[in-house]
């Protein structure tokens, strides 16, 4: 980053902060340096650190998109010391950028396929900019089914955008709530069970998900009784991480490091790790 | 011929690179031998099997500054770590030369830590032969040797009136004092017996026992005490946290270890390693099996440090051979 030195953070402005849910903000940030600004590009999947100078610094996946040039977004749920500190900045604070590290989803690879985004709760963060980047070259794509769940009504991460969504050309969204409202008119049911009951077919198919890793689990399970292969079903990894660059040896699992040999990985390549991730 | 310094021209020279350089020594301190900074060369203990701790804390502190923050007119600024002073560093056991050369790889990888790489360029490293051995070294095992000069600028050698000196690297060449060094027939003394260990086909036998019960019953009487990270010239897992003393703000690395409970809990509380067995199977992975597919040898240099501190005699040498012995399943 600056002056050579991986550690020293780029900093950046809170542009703007939104409330997505009662306990995730929407934080879009601009690099202050107008040269480092122009160069800083990423793709879908990739994460970056986060600064708040004196709390801390956490990686967050990066929610935006950067062909649309909206700024570079986060989306991020108040759990800890530096996410809390976090949801007290407004517009105009300083933070710390670290980034962007690791691979991504291999779009190109997925041309001419069917998508199939399952996310929960928080874990639609690095998902949004797979599907955004669907919708924006909408033709390259067969179906896009999306499944997004979350504990209540009140905590789907994205709603602003599921009109968007929902009324793209070959594109279904399938949302459901662990508990409903007075208001809810949808689905309550497991994200998995909602995987068993709307059956897509593996045929020419990538399935993409992530959320807490219980989700995980199931869904992969419904998934396989669907006929998904270990390699159609990609996910990104959480850790626990220090330094993004593989020296901390926090997100090492068996050989690899989720750093830089993730955060994405297939399921064929997390049954060749030593350890669970 | 080689070359030969005498025991009062050692110090002579040690005192002159004390003036041009900061000098770093074995010092004895109670009853542990660390290496400190060194003004009076009256100081330096030169009566040590091995130092308490390697000089590792001189690349990779316990804590260390990665930047500050500062505050001027209302802009935020990052303010580098201060630049390293030039260093000579007298005494370092070939096992610890080993470990300074073995933190390189991951630290030097890119892109490169560029603290750990000031840390590097700033020092000379003079070497010094073991004579005597403690119990617990197995450096031979580990592809080092008590008279290995291949990780320092200098070596030294005790012989009966004084040091052989090889220079190692033209870093080293450069700081030799011709005028104290004498031509000398001396022959260096055979070097101390050690324990062994052999290591031929760890990596693989590591891998065939990886869900063996062994780690769980290995782990049953593990304290978590980390003293085996903390005393380990070659483990390097580290934390980054903010220090926010009265506004003054800096953010630092300091020492970790993969035996921390917690090392792997995401925010949320899931912990991926739970549990005493996978956190020790991490550490003897890391050092036998991870390093050695990502860097090409194991991440222990034989000086069986861990040893001699740890409360509940986990012993790495004894880890090796019972997991050689394990029947595991033909691996990956």
């Known amino acids: 980053m600056g002056n050579n030195d991986p550690f020293i953070p780029y900093l950046a402005t809170v542009q703007s902060v939104v409330d997505l849910t009662p306990d995730v903000k929407l934080f879009t940030v601009e690099l202050n340096d107008v040269a480092v600004r122009e160069s800083f590009t990423y793709r879908p999947g990739q994460f970056a650190f986060i600064s708040v100078f004196g709390m801390g610094e956490v990686p967050f996946g990066i929610t935006s998109v950067a062909h649309r040039n909206e700024g570079l977004q986060f989306a991020v749920r108040r759990v800890g010391t530096v996410t809390n500190a976090l949801h007290e900045l407004g517009e105009g604070a300083t933070v710390g950028v670290r980034g962007p590290f690791g691979n991504s989803f291999p779009l190109e690879d997925y041309e001419g396929k069917n998508i199939f985004i399952i996310g929960g709760g928080i874990g639609m963060a690095p998902l949004r900019p797979v599907i955004n980047t669907i919708l924006d070259r909408r033709d390259s794509y067969g179906e896009l089914l999306i499944i997004n769940g979350a504990r209540t009504p009140q905590d789907l991460v994205f709603a602003p955008e599921f009109d968007i969504w929902s009324q793209s050309p070959r594109t279904t969204l399938e949302l459901t709530v662990d508990r409903g409202d007075e208001n809810w008119t949808g689905r309550v049911a497991l994200v998995p069970d909602v995987v068993r009951d709307v059956k897509p077919l593996p045929e020419n198919t990538v399935a993409i998900t992530c959320g807490p890793p219980i989700m995980i689990r199931f869904t992969l399970e419904a998934l396989k009784e669907l006929g998904f292969a270990d390699r159609q079903i990609i996910t990104t990894l959480e850790s626990n991480m220090k330094c993004g660059l593989g020296k901390c040896a926090r997100c090492n699992v068996g050989d690899k490091y989720i750093c830089k040999d993730g955060p994405v990985f297939d399921f064929e390549q997390i049954s060749q790790l030593f350890e669970m991730p | ?332």
Not at chain 2, 164 to 191: N, R, W, Y
């Open chain 2, 1 to 332: 011929m080689t070359q030969v310094i005498s025991k009062s021209d050692l110090m002579v020279w040690l005192g002159r690179l004390s003036e041009s350089h900061t000098l770093i020594a074995p010092v004895n301190d109670a009853e542990i031998t660390l290496f400190r900074r060194v003004s009076n060369v009256e100081d330096i203990a030169l009566d040590f099997t091995n130092t308490t701790l390697s000089a590792k804390e001189w690349f990779f502190p316990p804590t260390e500054t990665l930047f500050s923050v500062e505050r001027k007119d209302g802009q935020v600024e990052l303010v580098p770590a201060e630049k390293m002073e030039e260093s000579v560093i007298f005494g370092v056991r070939p096992c610890d030369a080993l470990g300074i050369a073995l933190l390189d790889r991951p630290f030097l990888n890119e892109p490169a830590d560029a603290i750990y790489r000031r840390h590097r360029d700033k020092t000379i490293l003079i070497g010094l032969s073991c004579r005597e051995a403690h119990p617990e070294c197995f450096c031979t095992s580990m592809g080092t040797a008590p008279d290995d000069p291949s990780n320092v600028d200098v070596l030294l050698t005790e012989v009966a009136d004084g040091y052989i000196v090889q220079a190692v690297t033209e870093k080293g060449k450069a700081i030799l004092p011709q005028d104290l060094l004498k031509e000398s027939d001396v022959t260096p003394p055979s070097p101390p017996s050690l324990s062994t260990v052999s290591v031929e086909g760890i990596e693989d036998a590591m891998l065939r026992n990886f869900d063996s019960i062994y780690w769980e019953r290995l782990a049953d009487r593990c304290l978590h005490c980390n003293l085996c990270a903390y005393v380990c010239p070659a483990c390097y897992c580290f934390d980054v946290r903010d220090y926010n003393d009265k506004g003054k703000i800096q953010r630092v690395r300091s020492w970790e270890s993969c035996q921390s409970p917690g090392f792997t809990t995401i925010a949320g509380g899931y912990d991926r390693r739970a549990g005493k067995g996978p956190h020790l199977r991490q550490r003897f992975s890391h050092k036998l099996l991870y390093f050695p597919r990502e860097f090409g040898s194991a991440a222990c240099t034989g000086c069986g440090r861990c040893v001699k501190v740890c409360p509940v005699n986990i012993d790495i040498r004894e880890v090796i051979a019972d997991v050689q012995n394990l029947g595991g399943k033909s691996g990956q």
